[in-house]
Each structure stands twice: as structure tokens, then as C-alpha cells.
């Protein structure tokens, strides 16, 4: 008889749900990609009801219910961090405890009730542990160090783990209010972007600069000689602000924060100024980043590292973790961020709680709801679309339009699990065409000019293009590292080649994602390179779509010239009427 266990993260942001049968992850989805809102940390219910229904079973039949991290100790923390700076803690206390009390401390409470199961199912898990099990147990690696660094979780910020046969141990800890994401996250703020969105922004706008401003940053976060990280408070306030995370010191240091919204344009001096301090947080984050991964290497001699936390979608940094430290490979649990708890939950449980065997790695990035195509003919026939069922033409005939240089919405299978989009909710051009970064930013996307665009390219063709560093083979397949392009291709390949001659490679293998795999060997025949430029599905500040009806929503409200839902092509213009759609 299987064993089904079910992870659950919530109540911080990007909540989620993943279901795990006999070892192996066979569902995982964000909240958001059902309730359509960006990061929704709320209780997972869609989420959680799809993964009992793509197994076929109920909540009766679920063995257990693991929770991946534990709500008392966090707000253990809470109470402590804000007793210890009163009375400036004092707003910040009264609308956290008004969360609290009224919401967060009774998770208990509200799984039972709103996902219908049993206390005496319920376990729970870490939060640190949840995201080292997500990507130490979700790895092909039997033994390997673990890293996992986040803003926080219930005091850690920051954990260093062995894994083996013998399960997930730790060797040190890091706490808060020395966090380097919380640090990222308040550079983040300072320069205008939304905290928890837009620290891939800051990743962007660093290649635009020069670490000028390091010996500032190393006053707010340094690495020390042990391997560790420290931060000085006086310049931050998340610790005791509901509204800040920067003090009047910090702005001595760096100026004027930059304007929400406001245009970045790194010609100028002031815009210059914000790229510099982008580069220099990203460049002393790395450094932390590699002091700590090294320190882990000295404890363990391990060959491999699996990484997770928030902090580890900076996938800039990621290559530099590889490239400085003596590990043979590296490994990034995809979601890496707190849905990914969901995952790490279920596998420490299955693991480590019932001892149980382990299963294969996590290969496959479609582990979300999927749409059959019988599904999808029968809402094209009630919204009276025209559509072409293309069957085994699908991959020629889109290859065909991006060739034709047609942008492209590509909707196949489940949707991805994690916040890239990885062939299966993708927008989709032609990446040697020199107009196209500019058409797909504002045409279809609506978003900052100045951040690129990832490729996609066919396993076994990424040598020709890119510089590939050893070890890199699984998170390069999830859009984890950032990598040069080869001199002589920048020029060819301007939608994707970021201004530092960089980009955020995504291999695709025919196993993990057959379809994609199809498209750019067609498009290779017709084009001669088997890559394509890859953005995710959906408009600025919108979550990915997860369903056909978002898909055609979204088709509807910008520039994208075709769609392809499962082997159905809609044209643009075939779309009269369809006015009345929405998501
Ligand atoms: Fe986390």
C-alpha cells in the first residue's frame, strides 16, 4: 500500500503545496497560480485540493500533513526581537501581533479546518530543515554539504547541513538579525523595487555597475574569517520597522533611496550611482555566499553542495558559488524560496520521520496541474474560438512562427514548479532577432527595459553558445545560474545577452520537457540554432498563468502574436469576440 504525505508552506509568502507518494514528489504547486495572486501566502486550499485530485484520493487517505516550519518559535522570535527594541518596536508590535494573534499562531487551527484533516496527522517541520530536505533529499546525491540561506525562518537565517544515509544534520547556524537576504531585501527597497519581488531586479541593475561602493556595503554585512557573516544593525531597522528596513546611517552612507517606479537609466549619474550600489551588495553577498559554502567544504570535505533559501534564486551568485569553491557539483532545489518548504517538508518527513527509503531526484519542472487536450478543445468550443489542432505539427509549426519572428505564448503540460518558467507557461521569440528584447519589454511584458531576457537551448547544443562551468548540469536545466555567452555570440543573440555578456541559461533535455525539446530541434532545422528567447508567461506583476483561461486572458491584454495551448494554435486575429475573457 502507498504512503502519501502532504507538504504544506504558508503564512509568510508563496504558499504552496506538494504531495509526495512513495517517495517521490508527484505534485507541487503554488498558491498563486490558482488564486491569481503574486506570492498569495494564504493557506494553500486550490493547491492542496489539486494534489489530492491528480492522485485520486482524499484527505482521508492522506497518511500525513507536514507544515514546514514551526509558527510558536517564530513568534518566539517576534516577542524577543521587539521586547529587546522598545519602544522603537512599538508599531511594528502592534500590527504583528494583531497578525498574530488573530491568524499566524493558529496554523493548527486552520489547516484542520480549512484543508479538512486530522490533528493527529499533522507534523511539523522546520523552517531551515524544510528548505536543506528540499534540496538535499529532491538531489541525485546520496551525501553532499547542504546551505541554505534565506531572510529568516524561526531564528536561523543562515544553516550549514550535512546530509547522508543517516538524514539532514546540522553543523552551524547563523541568526537573526544577521541575515543576508534580509540585507538584500533592504537594498532592495532602497533601490525602488517591492522587498520579496524584486531582488532579481537589484541582480539585473548590478551588471550596470561597479562595485565602487564595497567598503560602505562592508559596514552594513561582512564575512569574517571563520567562514561566518556578520551585520551591523545600526544601519537597518527591519528588526524593530513594520514599514522600514533601512536608518537615517544608512543613507549617510549611500545618499538618497531611489524613487519608486522612477526610470532607471545607468547613463546618468544618479542612475549610475544606484548600479553601483546594486553591484556592490551583489558583490559582497557573493562573497558571503562562497565564505560560507567554503567553510561548509573545510567541516565536511564533501564533493557536492545543495543549495536553498531565497538567497539562493540569486543565481548570479550561484555561479560564482561553483566557480570559488573546490565542489565537484551543485544542485538547487528549484523552488528555492519558501514554497519550496512545501516540498522539503514532505521529503524530511518521508525521510527522517517514517525512515523510509529514498526515490528518485526531482527532474521534471511540470510537477504542477495540467489541462488534457480533450479539456482544452471543449473551452475552445465554448468561447467559440478558432483554433487549429496541430497533433504532431505542434513543434514544426511553432518553430515555423518564431522563425517568421512571431511571439509566441507556449502552454504545455503541468504548469512549472518554482518562478521560472521552464517551457511549459512560456513566452516565447526569436533570440537573434536585434528588435526583440525591446518588442517582447513593451509589447508584451510591460517591464523594465533594462532587464534581460533568459534562452532556452537544446541539451547538448548550450557548448556553442554559452561558457559552461563543470558542475553546473542541474541548475543550468532549472534557470538557476547565470553564465557568459561566448564573445562571438553576443553579438548574434542580442534579446538574451545581458550588458555584461552574460545570461540565464535554461538547458532543455528531451527526457524532462519532450515537447520544448521538439520546438528547438525544429527551430534548429529551420534556423540552424536550436535556442530560443524565454520569458515567462504572464504581465508585469501578475503571477504566471496557470490555467488555459488565464493563458488566453493574458494572450488578449498584450502584444503576443500567436498562442499555443497544448497542440491548438489561436491567431491573433481569430480571437474576435473574446473580449468577455478573463481571468
Ligand atoms: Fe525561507
Known amino acids: 500500500m502507498s504512503t502519501t504525505i502532504l507538504g504544506i508552506s504558508a503564512q509568510y509568502h508563496d504558499a504552496a503545496a506538494a504531495l509526495v507518494r512513495d517517495g517521490v514528489v508527484i505534485a507541487a504547486a503554488s498558491e498563486e497560480r490558482f488564486s491569481r495572486l503574486k506570492h498569495d501566502a494564504s493557506i494553500p486550499v486550490r493547491a492542496a485540493r489539486w494534489c489530492l485530485e491528480h492522485a485520486g484520493i482524499t484527505m482521508d487517505e492522506v497518511d500525513h500533513v507536514v507544515f514546514y516550519e514551526k509558527p510558536l518559535k517564530k513568534f518566539e522570535r517576534l516577542i524577543v526581537s521587539q521586547i529587546l527594541h522598545f519602544p522603537k518596536s512599538f508599531k511594528a508590535f502592534q500590527r504583528s501581533s494583531m497578525l498574530w494573534l488573530t491568524d499566524k499562531l493558529w496554523v493548527r487551527n486552520a489547516l484542520v479546518k480549512k484543508l479538512d484533516v486530522h490533528p493527529d496527522k499533522l507534523l ?11 534540496a538535499f533529499y529532491g538531489s541525485a546525491h546520496k551525501e553532499a554539504a547542504i546551505l541554505t540561506v534565506d531572510g529568516v525562518g524561526e531564528w536561523a537565517s543562515t544553516e550549514l547541513w550535512k546530509g547522508g544515509p ?16 534580509l540585507v538584500y531585501s533592504a537594498f532592495t527597497a532602497f533601490l525602488g523595487f517591492r522587498v520579496n519581488n524584486g531582488e532579481y531586479k537589484v541582480m539585473g541593475m548590478a551588471a550596470y555597475g561597479d562595485p565602487i561602493f564595497e567598503e560602505q556595503v562592508r559596514k552594513v554585512i561582512w564575512p569574517e574569517e571563520d567562514g ?9 531597522c527591519y528588526h524593530y520597522s513594520a514599514t522600514d528596513s533601512t536608518t537615517d546611517a544608512f543613507e549617510e552612507l549611500f545618499g538618497e533611496p531611489r524613487y519608486p517606479g522612477s526610470n532607471f ?47 539562493a534564486l540569486n543565481s548570479v551568485a550561484n555561479t560564482e558559488i561553483l566557480n570559488r569553491t573546490p565542489y565537484k557539483t551543485l544542485s538547487i532545489h528549484p523552488a528555492a524560496g ?44 465554448d468561447l467559440k474560438i478558432t483554433a487549429t489542432d496541430l497533433g504532431d505539427e505542434l513543434a514544426a509549426t511553432a518553430a515555423a512562427d518564431i522563425a517568421a519572428g512571431k511571439v509566441i505564448g507556449w502552454f504545455q503540460g503541468g504548469f512549472e514548479w518554482g518562478p521560472r518558467a521552464l517551457g511549459h507557461r512560456s513566452i516565447l521569440a526569436n533570440p537573434r532577432d536585434p528588435d526583440m528584447q525591446d518588442r517582447v519589454n513593451e509589447k508584451v511584458k510591460f517591464r523594465e527595459r533594462f532587464r534581460p531576457f533568459a534562452p532556452s537551448v537544446q541539451a547538448g547544443a548550450e557548448g556553442r553558445y554559452f561558457e559552461i562551468p563543470e558542475g553546473s548540469e542541474q541548475p543550468i536545466r532549472w534557470m538557476l545560474m547565470v553564465v557568459p555567452v561566448k564573445e562571438d555570440q553576443r553579438d548574434a543573440m542580442p534579446a538574451i545577452t545581458h550588458i555584461d555578456g552574460t545570461a540565464r541559461i535554461h538547458v532543455v533535455d528531451e527526457a524532462a520537457n519532450p515537447r520544448y525539446h521538439a520546438l528547438l530541434t525544429e527551430l534548429g532545422k529551420k534556423t540552424g540554432h536550436p535556442i530560443v528567447l524565454n520569458t515567462s508567461f504572464n504581465l508585469k506583476g501578475e503571477p504566471i498563468v496557470g490555467s488555459p483561461v488565464s493563458a488566453l486572458a493574458t494572450f488578449m491584454r498584450c502584444g503576443i502574436d500567436v498562442l499555443y495551448l497544448d497542440t491548438f494554435r489561436i491567431d491573433k486575429s481569430d480571437m474576435r469576440g473574446l473580449d468577455r475573457v478573463s481571468d
Request: charged fraction near 20%; proline fraction near 5%.
Open 166 to 181: 543517516d538524514g539532514i544534520k546540522p553543523l552551524f547556524q547563523i541568526d537573526f538579525p544577521h541575515s543576508i537576504g
Open 124 to 134: 511539523w517541520s522546520e523552517h531551515h530543515l524544510s528548505h536543506a530536505a528540499s
Open 338 to 381: 519558501d514554497a519550496g518548504g512545501a516540498v522539503g517538508a514532505a521529503l524530511w518527513a518521508w525521510n527522517e520521520v517514517l525512515g523510509l527509503p529514498r526515490n528518485q531526484e526531482i527532474s521534471r519542472p511540470g510537477l504542477g496541474r495540467s489541462w488534457s487536450n480533450a479539456e482544452v478543445a471543449e473551452m475552445l468550443g
Open 265 to 311: 537609466d545607468p547613463t546618468t549619474p544618479e542612475g549610475k550611482r544606484f548600479a553601483d550600489i546594486a553591484s556592490s551588495i551583489q558583490k559582497v553577498t557573493e562573497d558571503c555566499l562562497v565564505g560560507l559554502a567554503n567553510r561548509l567544504h573545510r567541516e565536511t570535505g564533501l564533493e557536492h553542495l545543495c543549495l536553498a533559501g531565497g538567497v
Open 228 to 236: 561566518s557573516f556578520s551585520v551591523d544593525t545600526r544601519y537597518l
